[in-house]
Structures are given as structure tokens and as C-alpha cells.
């Protein structure tokens, strides 16, 4: 839920309403101020991390929820304010904004009431675009549509007719039900019997096996940390049997949905030593999706969790041979080794003295990642981005295993086998054993020969997408097409992080970073006049002028290097608040709801849980009991001491 939150701030909210200020509307400051505190609520570090009781967890779902929809009514107002001030010549229009800094192409998936008989068209330019008709769900049917350079932070019109037209499409998908295959000028995806997927890059040849299957492993730590038992059993989806569908097929796009379940230990034993010998079935459908013109496979998977004290998993087998993972971190990308050094069982005394509390007693191989991961050689590469899925391992040195949840019951214990001590107090936490639904999407792609900066993009457009406003004929002062700004750089290496306006300055502020060791030269060019730019830190306080050509500003960036810039664009007076009842911001098109209504839910807290807990709280009485015995006695001799008073 949080990167959700920071994507629907960062990458929609603020620069949509950057958009919308530049063409003379008002920046909803308040807004955004207010949904930016309800989540930065949620970020101290035992809250963000997970490592506290229940109720904070709770709260904060709730603190979630509130940025959320505060988000999302930032963004449909804007979406919905430029949308009316567009000049149509049309009676159904769909306006598609683009958040990104840069053009973008891409299919746009929206439900709409239409006839099946229609075409879509280009305002601008009156060209047929292509497009799919979906499945239809009662008065509503799902239409994808290609739409390319749609201006970056920016929007661009087009309109339908009530009129069937062919075009032509240079990349077709096309699908097999009786082969399970989806194909285009990119690579070949076969679903396996066992819901795995053998991926083929059409330009190498390499075939990459078993991709997406799911792992299950037992998870005997806290909330601070995962732990294996002494005696664990892994168990994987490679010898299930699938169900499988094709529920998409069209010259845009080809999707299946691929049905199946694992026998999963309902948890660890009472000495949580192994896990149980009772099994539990737990439901998973997930969703593999190929578009047109993509070099990516995208994958939705929704699960229900019915068990607990395990770890559950997505892998990907690359057989690369690398030396390192390299995955994005904040502001950055960072190369890890796939084998870590074993820890000194002695430490120094010096190390000692300074050691406060826990530490590790294995080498933590879990690491975290922002939107991808990639692993490659001289020969070939595999990278996988995410969506608010941030932990990934490196297992038997070339599959990237991406933790999707982990289920334990307990805040803190001192009994891990993979740290020394404890974190914390030993609280039972049973609703962090996540017995619920869970949503998850990844994808994965071939990766070799081509720049960190493509991978950037590549995350980009997964995370962010593009949204459609449907509006009708009407009057107004803006073009069918508008962007503020795009960047252009060395293999698109720099990479921008925000866009919004100044918190104490009627400025634009854009911040973006450079994470390659080399210096990398750009371009950061806008549609408005520049009046004046300046180079600001981090804190958006002046630290010098900077220089502007045309509209541009010509950028040399050192590596590791963040910029933030200060800009004042000439104001243009251009929107007027006025509202249509026709437009509205239409809702992306969503899988089919799982409910998995017939799934057999084990309860939060058993008896066994509540007679445990009652006998561990008279045991620490007992304790506590003692320990004040035992403090009034010191006390008192201290006291005599002092006085000489018996």
C-alpha cells in the first residue's frame, strides 16, 4: 500500500496538478499536503518496516486508505478541469494523460459503454488507431486501444465514431487455447502444465524455463527478521496441475488466467523446530498478460493465505552465470554479490563493546529493491520489476526469488537461528500471520545489452501507466494535445523523481538523479516560456543561477550526483473551472474478482494461542514479582549504606 500511495502522489498528483497550474488553474497544495502527512504518519521506522503490534499496523492501513483517496481526488479533479477546457470537435472523446517525463506509447485498457461497432481516431491528426474490444461485463465493455507520443507530463486527445474501420498493426499477438502460447515480435510465452512459463526472446533464441513458479518455505522468525527452522520442508507449484484459460485474444493483447493450488503446513510444530504434517490448500490465480510492442511479460497474481509461520515466493530462473545482482535502491542502483562471506563466530572486543542489543549470526541474503532486479552475463541477462514488492534473494546462484509475504506470529523472539538476542519485546502478534487476500503484480523480461536507463523506463511504464478521461463536445482554450516538459539524455540514464510545485516559492521544482559512475549529459526542455531557473538543494533553498537556451536547459550531471531545479514558467491563463456531467476519469480495466469464497480459513487466534498466552502472562508475573523483590532489597541495602540506618 505504500508505494501505491507514493506512486499515486509522486508519479500522478503532483505532476498532473504541475500541469494544471501551468495552464492557469490552482495547485491543490492543501491536498497534497494533507495526503503527504496521513502517509509519512506511517513511516517511522518500526512502522514502515512491520515491526510493531497489531493496532499500529491497523492504523495504519487506515492512514493508507486516507492518502489514498485523497490522491486519487487530486488526480481526477485535474484529469477532469483540463479535460473540459480541451476544444473538442467530437461527441465522445477520451483525453489519455501522460505523467512521465517523457513521450510515451502504450495500450490503454478502460471500460467503456460503447457499441461493439466503433473506431478510434487520433484528434489531432483524424488517423485510426488500433484498438480490441474486450469482454463485457452488463452495460460495460472493456476496449484496449494503442496510443503513441502522448507528450510528457502532458495529455493527447482522441475521439470515437460509432463506425467499424479496420487498420493494420505491425506487431499482432496472437494466442493459442490448445497450445497455451501468446506470441509477438518480441518473444514467445508457453504456459506449462504446471502454471510456469517457458519465455523465448525472438532475437536471441534463449529460452528461459519455468519462470513465475511458486515456493513455499517455512518462516520461523519475527517480524523483525526471517528465520528457517532446524528441519524445514519447501514445497513448490512445479508439480501442480494448472488450470488454464485464455480469457484475452486480439491483435493488442493476449491474456490467460492460470488456476491452482498448494498444499501449504497449516504452521510450525508447538517447538517450532519443523512444520506440521496437516496441510492446507491454498488458492492461486494469476493472470500473465503479453501486449503489443512490449519485450515484457506481465503477471497478476491473487492468492488467499491459509496458513501460518511460512514464507511464500515467486521464482524466476535466469541460468546466468553472474557475479552480482543489481537492483534500484533510493536515488540509486546497487550491485550485490550472489555469495556472502560467512560471519566470524568471535567478534572482536572492541566490536563488542559497541554491539547494543541483536546482530546477525548468518549472513542476511534477502535484499531490498525499489522496481527491479536484474542478473546477466557476457551471454545473457533476465531482469524482473515490481510493484510494491521489495525484498528479492538470490537462490542457487541464478533465480531471482521474490518474497511476496511472510507470515509469523510473533513481534520479537530470542530463538531465531539467524540472530544473536532479540529485537524487542516477545508480543504475540497474530494478525501478522496475514490470513487474507493478497494482490500482486510483476513482470519479468530478457535483459542483456541494453542500459540501466531502458530498465528505468521499462519500471516506469509498468508503475505508472497512463489514465483516460472520457469527455463530450464542448468548447475551450486548449489544444488537443499539451505536455510541460520532457527529458532527453545519454541512454536515458538520468532519471527524474519529482515534479511539483515549490512548498514556500511559486515555483516548478524538478528533482532528478544521475546513478550511473559516469557523467551523463541531458537536456530538460519545456513547453512554456522560462522566465527564470535556478539550481536549488535538496531543502528547495537557491544556490545558483542557471542558464536557459530556448527553453531548455542543457544538463551535465557527475555520477551519483541529485539535482533540483527551481523553474518559473510564464503563467498562462487558459483554464477555467467549469464542469461537464459527461466527463469523468474512467476506471482501468480489472481482472475478474476472486473471492475464493469456498476456501477454508483457519481462525486469527486458536485456544491453544489463548492458553498459551495466559501461562506465559503468570510466568511473567512471576518474574516481575521477583524482580521487584529482588530491586526493594537492593534499594534498602543502598539505603543503609547511605544512612547507616537499619
Known amino acids: 500500500m505504500n508505494r501505491e500511495c507514493e506512486n499515486q502522489l509522486i508519479k500522478w498528483a503532483e505532476p498532473m496538478s504541475c500541469l494544471l497550474w501551468a495552464l492557469g488553474g490552482e495547485y491543490p497544495l492543501q491536498l497534497i499536503d494533507f495526503a503527504w502527512k496521513e502517509l509519512l504518519k506511517n513511516h517511522p521506522h518500526d ?43 467530437h461527441e465522445n472523446n477520451l483525453v489519455v494523460f501522460n505523467p512521465s517525463p517523457c513521450n510515451k506509447d502504450g495500450i490503454v485498457e478502460v471500460a467503456l459503454k460503447v457499441k461493439k461497432n466503433i473506431s478510434i481516431f487520433e484528434a489531432d491528426t483524424n488517423k ?30 482522441y475521439y470515437i465514431q460509432n463506425k467499424r474501420a479496420d487498420v493494420s498493426l505491425a506487431d499482432v499477438v496472437t494466442a493459442s487455447p490448445n497450445n497455451y502460447s501468446m ?23 534463449i529460452q528461459y524455463q ?143 563493546q559497541i554491539m547494543n542489543g541483536s546482530r546477525d549470526s548468518v549472513p542476511g541474503s534477502s535484499l531490498p529493491l525499489n522496481s527491479f532486479v536484474y542478473l546477466k552475463d557476457k551471454r545473457k541477462g533476465a531482469a524482473l520489476l515490481t510493484s510494491g514488492l521489495s525484498e528479492y534473494e538470490i537462490i542457487e546462484k541464478h533465480k531471482i526469488a521474490l518474497t511476496l509475504f511472510r507470515s509469523v506470529g510473533w513481534l520479537t523472539r530470542s530463538d531465531l537461528r539467524t540472530r544473536l538476542g532479540d529485537a524487542g519485546p516477545m508480543i504475540f502478534t497474530p494478525e501478522a500471520q496475514c490470513l487474507r487476500h493478497f494482490d500482486f503484480r510483476y513482470s519479468f523480461m530478457p535483459y542483456h545489452n541494453k ?5 528505468y523506463k521499462q519500471a516506469e511504464q509498468f508503475n505508472t501507466g497512463l489514465k483516460v478521461v472520457a469527455t463530450g463536445k464542448h468548447n475551450g482554450s486548449l489544444e488537443h494535445e499539451k505536455g510541460l516538459l520532457w527529458l532527453e539524455s545519454d541512454n536515458d540514464n538520468l532519471i527524474i523523481s519529482a515534479i511539483k510545485k515549490g512548498e514556500n516559492a511559486n515555483k516548478l521544482v524538478v528533482r532528478f538523479f544521475n546513478p550511473m559512475e559516469k557523467e551523463v549529459t541531458g537536456t530538460l526542455k519545456f513547453k512554456e516560456q522560462i522566465q527564470y531557473a535556478e539550481i536549488d538543494n535538496l531543502n528547495e533553498e537557491f544556490q545558483s543561477k542557471l542558464s536557459t537556451k530556448e527553453n531548455c536547459i542543457h544538463l551535465k550531471v557527475q555520477p551519483k550526483k541529485i539535482m533540483t531545479f527551481g523553474i518559473q514558467l510564464k503563467q498562462r491563463n487558459l483554464i477555467k473551472n467549469i464542469s461537464f456531467s459527461g466527463t469523468e476519469l474512467l476506471s482501468h480495466v480489472d481482472f475478474e474478482k476472486v473471492t475464493f469464497m469456498n476456501v477454508n480459513m483457519p481462525v486469527i487466534v486458536t485456544k491453544n494461542d489463548i492458553k498459551r498466552e495466559h501461562k506465559r502472562v503468570k510466568q511473567l508475573q512471576k518474574e516481575l514479582f521477583y524482580s521487584q523483590n529482588k530491586l526493594e532489597k537492593i534499594e534498602k541495602k543502598y539505603y543503609q549504606l547511605e544512612t547507616g540506618k537499619n
Open 210 to 352: 519455468s519462470i513465475g513458479y511458486f515456493e513455499d518455505g517455512a518462516d520461523s522468525g519475527d517480524t523483525y527478521n526471517y528465520s528457517f527452522p532446524a528441519e524445514d520442508t519447501i514445497i513448490t507449484s512445479l508439480n501442480s496441475r494448472a488450470r488454464i484459460t485464455l480469457v484475452d485474444q486480439g491483435p493488442l493483447l493476449a491474456m490467460f488466467k492460470i488456476e491452482l493450488f498448494m498444499n501449504i503446513p497449516i504452521a510450525l510444530v508447538n517447538n517450532r523446530k519443523q512444520r506440521s504434517k496437516i496441510t492446507r490448500r491454498l488458492p492461486i490465480v494469476t493472470y500473465i498478460k503479453l501486449e503489443t510492442n512490449s519485450p515484457r511479460v506481465e503477471f497478476y497474481t491473487r492468492l488467499k493465505n491459509v496458513a501460518r509461520d511460512h514464507r511464500f515466493r515467486v521464482v524466476f530462473p535466469t541460468f546466468t552465470d553472474a557475479q552480482f545482482s543489481t537492483s534500484d535502491r533510493p536515488y540509486d542502483v546497487v550491485d550485490s554479490p550472489i555469495s556472502f562471506s560467512q560471519y566470524p563466530t568471535e567478534l572482536p572486543e572492541n566490536i563488542k
Open 128 to 157: 485510426l488507431i488500433p484498438f480490441q474490444i474486450g469482454r463485457q461485463k452488463g452495460d460495460l465493455t472493456d476496449i484496449s486501444f494503442f496510443v503513441s507520443s502522448v507528450p510528457g507530463a502532458g495529455y493527447k486527445t
Open 183 to 205: 506470441e509477438n515480435k518480441y518473444l514467445k510465452v508457453k504456459i506449462e502444465s504446471n502454471g510456469s512459463i517457458t519465455v523465448t526472446d525472438k532475437k536471441t533464441g
Open 451 to 455: 542500459t540501466i536507463g531502458y530498465l
Open 47 to 89: 512502522s514502515i518496516c512491520g515491526v510493531s503490534i497489531d493496532d499500529v499496523h491497523s492504523d495504519m492501513e487506515i492512514r493508507f486508505q486516507q492518502s489514498q483517496l485523497t490522491a486519487e481526488k487530486i488526480i481526477r479533479h485535474s484529469l477532469k478541469i483540463i479535460s473540459n477546457n480541451i476544444n473538442t470537435q
